[in-house]
C-alpha cells in the first residue's frame, strides 16, 4: 500500500491525509490555544490518520495509545519497573508526551478504565497539568503538549459513555465516512487501484452504509474499501477480493452476507 508521503509543498514524511471540511484549521488552532480536541466517528474513517499528518505538519512528536478495558492511569503515566536489582522510574506514553512538548492521541478513549479520566481531568482545563503521583511530580504541559482523544459513539452503551464531565472538556470534531469525490481519491491514491475501477466499490459502499443499523453494525470503513482495492490491484478476482475484504468481515450472519452478495451483483 502506497501510505505515506504526502503532496504538501515542500514537506517531506507528511502522510498524506485529503481533508473533508475544515478539521485541520480546528486542529492546528486547537494546538496553537493549547486545547484538547475528541474526535468523534466510526471505525476506519480517517481519525488516525489525521492526527498523523497533523502532528507530522505541527512538527510534533506523536505518542499513540490504542486504549482497551484493562489500560489503567498507570499504563499511561508510568510506573516503577525492577531492572537489575534496582527500581526504576519509567515514564508512560502521556508522561512522554508532556515533557517533550508531544501530541498525545488516545484511540478509543471511553474503552479505558475509569481512573484515566482522573488524570485526563487536571491535562484537559486550564491548569495544564499532570500529576504523577507515584513520584510526587507534577509537570506543567509545553505549550507544544496536546491532547487528542477519539471514540466511536456506535459502539456506545451505558456502561461506556463519555462522561459530560469529561466530554466537555474538548473541542469536539464529528467524523463521518467521507463524501464518494473524497473517498474514490483516497482509496485511489492509497491501493494504486485505477480510479475507474475504485468508483464503484465506493458506490456499494454508499449502498451497504444506508442499510447499517438494520443487519449490520456498522457500515464499510473507507479501511475496508482500501484493503479491497488493493487486493483487486494486485491480481485477485473482483468477487474474491470482496468476499474476504467486505462480506466477511463486516458480518458472520449468512442471511446477512448473502443480503450483500445480492447488492454487490446489483451494482456490478
Ligand atoms: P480510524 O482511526 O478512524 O479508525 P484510520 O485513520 O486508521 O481510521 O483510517 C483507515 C485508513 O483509511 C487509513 O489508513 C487511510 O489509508 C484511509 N483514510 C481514511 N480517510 C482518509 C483521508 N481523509 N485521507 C487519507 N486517508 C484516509
Same mark, same amino acid.
Given at each position: 500500500? %502506497? ?10 514524511? &507528511?502522510?498524506?491525509? $485529503?481533508? #473533508?471540511? +475544515?478539521?485541520?484549521? #480546528?486542529?492546528? @488552532?486547537?494546538?496553537? +490555544? ?13 481519525? /488516525? =490518520? ?14 499513540? &495509545? ?41 484511540? *478509543? ?8 479520566? #482522573? #488524570?485526563?481531568?487536571?491535562? @484537559?482545563? +486550564?491548569? $495544564?497539568?499532570?500529576?504523577?503521583? =507515584? ?21 456506545? %452503551?451505558?456502561?461506556? =459513555?463519555?462522561?459530560?464531565? /469529561? $466530554? ?16 474514490? !481519491?483516497?482509496?485511489? =491514491? ?8 475504485? !468508483? ?17 453494525? *456498522?457500515?464499510?470503513?473507507? $479501511? ?5 482495492? @488493493? ?12 468476499? &474476504? ?5 463486516? @458480518? ?17
Amino acid at each position: 500500500m %502506497n501510505a505515506h508521503m504526502t503532496d504538501i509543498a515542500g514537506q517531506q514524511d &507528511v502522510p498524506f491525509y $485529503r481533508p #473533508v471540511g +475544515n478539521e485541520c484549521t #480546528v486542529f492546528e @488552532t486547537a494546538h496553537a +490555544n493549547g486545547l484538547p480536541l475528541l474526535l468523534k466517528g466510526p471505525t476506519g474513517c480517517g481519525k /488516525t =490518520r489525521f492526527v498523523e499528518h497533523m502532528a507530522a505538519r505541527l512538527g510534533r512528536p506523536l505518542y499513540t &495509545v490504542a486504549c482497551h478495558d484493562d489500560l489503567s492511569a498507570a499504563d499511561l503515566i508510568g510506573r516503577y519497573l525492577l531492572r537489575g536489582g534496582e527500581t526504576e522510574w519509567v515514564d508512560g506514553p502521556l508522561t512522554r508526551a508532556v515533557r517533550e512538548g508531544a501530541i498525545c492521541y488516545l484511540d *478509543e478513549v471511553v474503552e479505558a478504565r475509569k481512573d484515566v479520566t #482522573v #488524570v485526563l481531568h487536571p491535562l @484537559t482545563d +486550564n491548569r $495544564r497539568r499532570l500529576l504523577i503521583d =507515584r513520584t510526587g511530580e507534577e509537570l506543567a504541559a509545553p505549550s507544544g503538549f496536546m491532547l487528542v482523544a477519539s471514540y466511536n459513539p456506535g459502539y456506545q %452503551n451505558i456502561l461506556k =459513555r463519555l462522561k459530560p464531565s /469529561t $466530554r466537555q472538556r474538548f473541542l469536539s470534531i464529528g467524523f463521518g465516512f467521507p463524501d464518494a469525490a473524497t473517498e474514490i !481519491a483516497v482509496v485511489t =491514491r492509497e491501493s494504486g487501484l485505477e480510479e475507474n475501477r475504485v !468508483a464503484p466499490l465506493v458506490r456499494l459502499a454508499g449502498h451497504v452504509r444506508t442499510l447499517s443499523g438494520m443487519d449490520l453494525e *456498522e457500515g464499510i470503513s473507507t $479501511r475496508l474499501l482500501i484493503y479491497a482495492a @488493493t487486493l483487486i490491484a494486485g491480481g485477485m478476482p473482483l468477487e474474491r477480493a470482496l468476499e &474476504v475484504a467486505v462480506i466477511e468481515p463486516l @458480518t458472520d450472519e449468512a442471511d446477512v452476507q448473502q443480503a450483500l452478495r445480492d447488492l454487490i451483483a446489483v451494482v456490478y
